[in-house]
């Protein structure tokens, strides 16, 4: 893969450990370009929040490390940095889980996600693009974020991510355990912050509604990039139809089926 | 009815006291998950530096609490730096220095050989501990097993009283405050000026506590921290910078309980502390990572512990017996501890706890 001038980050050939034997990624190398959306696919366990965690500082919380390879924002190594400076330097992210302080009100999740930004009126600036891309969220304010439902939920982690303002959007199965409206609801707003000069990268299992926004996308099994492409090459290629869409020639594969796929392996290099 | 007020006056006073040094040890519960015994250690200095400005400099009283505060906040600030970022032989060795120093001097040595003596021993087992250290892969109390690191924190607490003992002495000593003896009528209540100025101190501690933690950045970053570590690291706040505050404002109320322990008819010994341990009820029922259940938990223990005592020594009228002395003089101490088995058979999570930490 070669190098481009405007690479905002760049994963090169990262490896990651946990506890100094669990081997969870094994040379992984992915891009987002400046005002791209690309998708990460893979499976529950392939290792999706691990990169993620290699990319943001998290892993050391999970006594993880990157054991080889690096990590690049916008050219600059990231691989050591103390995760609040990498949320200064422009990357935010919405953890898989949602992960919203339940006994905290909705406002002050929105004032926890703008923690790193000192500036008031950049403040209150993101504070309304919040509420204007989540007008839901505005009658809510006052209230305890624990009592709202999964959908507002997600919509406040999203909120309380863009609070930064990044460049950088970072987002771990935002649709998981959605309903497929609000799931379309969601995709939506993706679109809508990336059309507002945000890259995303977007981890999901959910192949149909990532792959649908995606500029580009890579789907990670066991630790590896196995397949990546533009999103309509990859909605169009039989095996992801087959494992991730559910849609192959004889209709639903039976989980047999997918057994047997991941038996042979065929997207191993 | 005199007596009853008489009794919740003087319970509100002890009540406040109990919640100043509740709330010192419901903030770093809430921040670090350890019971921070250091904080008994924390309000001996608190109430000596008092003394040591007020009395010995001469300053004006009120600006000694406030430089009480400030020294017992850095105190403490420095304290958790060397107690959860890492630094355990260095933790272990200054602690052993510094107990060999003040035993040293406690048994007659001049301060220079006492000195010299904490100075070896500190470099000794400094090397010992970093042996220890490097067998055992810790790497600090962070890492030790929670109760390694309480056990840190008790240590802390003995190595003050002995540093305190060193520098003040044993004697009993009466802190010159404005209030001294005197007291202000109203009806047939006597009201211990000392007592409403720890009530008016308390109130105002508590009251900066509650604004910061509710309204500021950094209260705000500190209740995300208590409610998820990893959700609060990945929103760019400071785990440090929130420890450091957790640290500080304990500091800051443990210097305000130990000057109220110390001021009216109160005189100080290094044993001021014991205080601590009768707090200990009233953060029971409180709930250990309630700010508010702290000052709740602190008035109902302060006013029920005195009306106890009040109806003890001279039991109403309705009353079958009218002689209780056979309960022992501070029976109201046991019957404190009693009420809160009592209330945690119901409540095992005191009565403003939370239960569990709700994630959703
Ligand atoms: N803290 C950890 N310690 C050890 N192994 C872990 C840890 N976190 C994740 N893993 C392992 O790493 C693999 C990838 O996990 P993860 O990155 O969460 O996958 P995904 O997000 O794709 O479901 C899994 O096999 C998981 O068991
Ligand atoms: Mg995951």
Redesign the interface.
């Given at each position: 893969m070669g190098e481009r001038a405007d690479a905002l980050l760049d994963v090169r050939n990262v490896e990651v450990v946990y506890n100094d034997v669990i081997l969870v990624l094994r040379g992984v190398s992915l891009r987002v370009d400046r005002g791209e959306i690309v998708a990460l696919l893979g499976a529950n366990g392939a290792g999706k929040t691990t990169l993620l965690r290699a990319i943001t500082g998290l892993l050391e919380v999970h006594r993880g490390q990157i054991t080889k390879g690096a990590v690049h924002f916008k050219g600059e190594p990231v691989d050591h940095e103390d995760p609040s400076k990498l949320v200064r330097a422009g990357v935010s992210q919405v953890m898989e889980g949602r992960r919203i302080f339940a006994e905290l009100t909705v406002d002050e999740n929105l004032k926890a996600g703008a923690y790193t930004v000192r500036d008031k009126t950049k403040a209150a600036a993101g504070y309304e693009r919040v509420m204007e891309l989540f007008p839901a969220l505005r009658p809510r304010r006052g209230d305890t974020a624990g009592y709202m439902s999964g959908g507002e939920q997600q919509m406040l982690a999203i909120g309380r991510a863009l609070m930064a303002s990044p460049q950088l959007l970072l987002l771990d199965e935002p649709s998981l355990g959605l309903a497929p409206l609000i799931v379309e609801q969601i995709s939506e707003i993706i679109t809508t912050v990336n059309e507002q000069g945000t890259s995303v990268l977007l981890v999901e299992q959910n192949a149909h509604m990532a792959l649908s926004i995606a500029d580009r996308a890579y789907v990670l099994e066991n630790g590896r990039i196995v397949k990546d492409g533009t999103g309509a090459e990859l909605l169009d290629d039989d095996d992801i139809r087959e494992f991730y869409l559910g849609v192959g020639e004889a209709g639903r594969k039976s989980f047999r089926d997918v057994k047997s796929y991941r038996r042979r392996k065929r997207w191993s290099a | 009815m005199t007596q009853f007020l008489q009794a919740c006056f003087d319970g509100l006073a002890l009540g406040s006291q109990y919640a100043l040094i509740v709330m010192g040890f419901v903030v770093i519960y809430r921040a670090t998950g350890i019971i921070n015994f250091a904080q008994g250690g924390a309000l001996i200095l608190g109430a000596y530096m008092t003394y040591n400005v007020s009395n010995t400099w001469g300053w004006n009283f009120y600006l000694a609490i406030v430089v009480s505060a400030v020294v017992v906040a850095i105190f403490s600030i420095l304290l958790q730096r060397a107690m959860l970022q890492r630094i355990f032989r260095e933790t272990i060795g200054v602690i052993g220095g510094l107990l060999l120093w003040a035993a040293s001097v406690y048994n007659g040595a001049s301060h220079a050989v006492g000195v010299v003596v904490g100075v070896v021993a500190g470099l000794v087992i400094w090397q010992l501990a970093a042996r220890i250290e490097a067998r055992v892969g810790a790497r600090g109390p962070s890492e030790l097993p929670l109760f390694g690191a309480i056990m840190v924190t008790i240590g802390v607490l003995f190595v003050v009283r002995q540093i305190v003992a060193t520098i003040w002495g044993f004697g009993e000593l009466n802190v010159e405050d404005p209030w001294e003896l005197d007291t202000t009528m109203v009806g047939d209540v006597i009201l211990q000026n000392a007592k409403i100025a720890t009530i008016v101190l308390a109130a105002l501690g508590l009251g900066l506590f509650f604004i910061i933690d509710r309204y500021t950045?950094i209260g705000?970053?500190m209740?995300?921290t208590h409610?998820?570590?990893?959700?609060?690291?990945?929103?760019?706040?400071?785990t440090k910078l929130v420890f450091a505050t957790a640290f500080g404002l304990a500091g800051v109320v443990a210097a305000l309980a130990g000057t109220s322990a110390a001021s009216g008819a109160n005189l100080i010994t290094p044993q001021i502390d014991t205080i601590v341990f009768l707090a200990f009820p009233a953060m029971i029922l409180g709930g250990f990572d309630s700010p508010g259940g702290a000052v709740a938990g602190g008035m109902l223990v302060g006013i029920f512990q005195n009306l106890v005592k009040t109806y003890v020594a001279q039991p109403p009228g309705w009353f079958p017996t009218d002689d209780l002395t056979w309960l022992g003089a501070g029976f109201e101490r046991v019957a404190i501890f009693v009420v809160m088995i009592l209330v945690l058979l119901v409540r095992p999570y005191g009565l403003f706890g939370?239960e569990e930490?709700?994630?959703?």
């Amino acid at each position: 893969m070669g190098e481009r001038a405007d690479a905002l980050l760049d994963v090169r050939n990262v490896e990651v450990v946990y506890n100094d034997v669990i081997l969870v990624l094994r040379g992984v190398s992915l891009r987002v370009d400046r005002g791209e959306i690309v998708a990460l696919l893979g499976a529950n366990g392939a290792g999706k929040t691990t990169l993620l965690r290699a990319i943001t500082g998290l892993l050391e919380v999970h006594r993880g490390q990157i054991t080889k390879g690096a990590v690049h924002f916008k050219g600059e190594p990231v691989d050591h940095e103390d995760p609040s400076k990498l949320v200064r330097a422009g990357v935010s992210q919405v953890m898989e889980g949602r992960r919203i302080f339940a006994e905290l009100t909705v406002d002050e999740n929105l004032k926890a996600g703008a923690y790193t930004v000192r500036d008031k009126t950049k403040a209150a600036a993101g504070y309304e693009r919040v509420m204007e891309l989540f007008p839901a969220l505005r009658p809510r304010r006052g209230d305890t974020a624990g009592y709202m439902s999964g959908g507002e939920q997600q919509m406040l982690a999203i909120g309380r991510a863009l609070m930064a303002s990044p460049q950088l959007l970072l987002l771990d199965e935002p649709s998981l355990g959605l309903a497929p409206l609000i799931v379309e609801q969601i995709s939506e707003i993706i679109t809508t912050v990336n059309e507002q000069g945000t890259s995303v990268l977007l981890v999901e299992q959910n192949a149909h509604m990532a792959l649908s926004i995606a500029d580009r996308a890579y789907v990670l099994e066991n630790g590896r990039i196995v397949k990546d492409g533009t999103g309509a090459e990859l909605l169009d290629d039989d095996d992801i139809r087959e494992f991730y869409l559910g849609v192959g020639e004889a209709g639903r594969k039976s989980f047999r089926d997918v057994k047997s796929y991941r038996r042979r392996k065929r997207w191993s290099a | 009815m005199t007596q009853f007020l008489q009794a919740c006056f003087d319970g509100l006073a002890l009540g406040s006291q109990y919640a100043l040094i509740v709330m010192g040890f419901v903030v770093i519960y809430r921040a670090t998950g350890i019971i921070n015994f250091a904080q008994g250690g924390a309000l001996i200095l608190g109430a000596y530096m008092t003394y040591n400005v007020s009395n010995t400099w001469g300053w004006n009283f009120y600006l000694a609490i406030v430089v009480s505060a400030v020294v017992v906040a850095i105190f403490s600030i420095l304290l958790q730096r060397a107690m959860l970022q890492r630094i355990f032989r260095e933790t272990i060795g200054v602690i052993g220095g510094l107990l060999l120093w003040a035993a040293s001097v406690y048994n007659g040595a001049s301060h220079a050989v006492g000195v010299v003596v904490g100075v070896v021993a500190g470099l000794v087992i400094w090397q010992l501990a970093a042996r220890i250290e490097a067998r055992v892969g810790a790497r600090g109390p962070s890492e030790l097993p929670l109760f390694g690191a309480i056990m840190v924190t008790i240590g802390v607490l003995f190595v003050v009283r002995q540093i305190v003992a060193t520098i003040w002495g044993f004697g009993e000593l009466n802190v010159e405050d404005p209030w001294e003896l005197d007291t202000t009528m109203v009806g047939d209540v006597i009201l211990q000026n000392a007592k409403i100025a720890t009530i008016v101190l308390a109130a105002l501690g508590l009251g900066l506590f509650f604004i910061i933690d509710r309204y500021t950045r950094i209260g705000i970053a500190m209740r995300a921290t208590h409610f998820d570590h990893e959700a609060a690291i990945a929103q760019g706040i400071s785990t440090k910078l929130v420890f450091a505050t957790a640290f500080g404002l304990a500091g800051v109320v443990a210097a305000l309980a130990g000057t109220s322990a110390a001021s009216g008819a109160n005189l100080i010994t290094p044993q001021i502390d014991t205080i601590v341990f009768l707090a200990f009820p009233a953060m029971i029922l409180g709930g250990f990572d309630s700010p508010g259940g702290a000052v709740a938990g602190g008035m109902l223990v302060g006013i029920f512990q005195n009306l106890v005592k009040t109806y003890v020594a001279q039991p109403p009228g309705w009353f079958p017996t009218d002689d209780l002395t056979w309960l022992g003089a501070g029976f109201e101490r046991v019957a404190i501890f009693v009420v809160m088995i009592l209330v945690l058979l119901v409540r095992p999570y005191g009565l403003f706890g939370t239960e569990e930490v709700r994630r959703v």
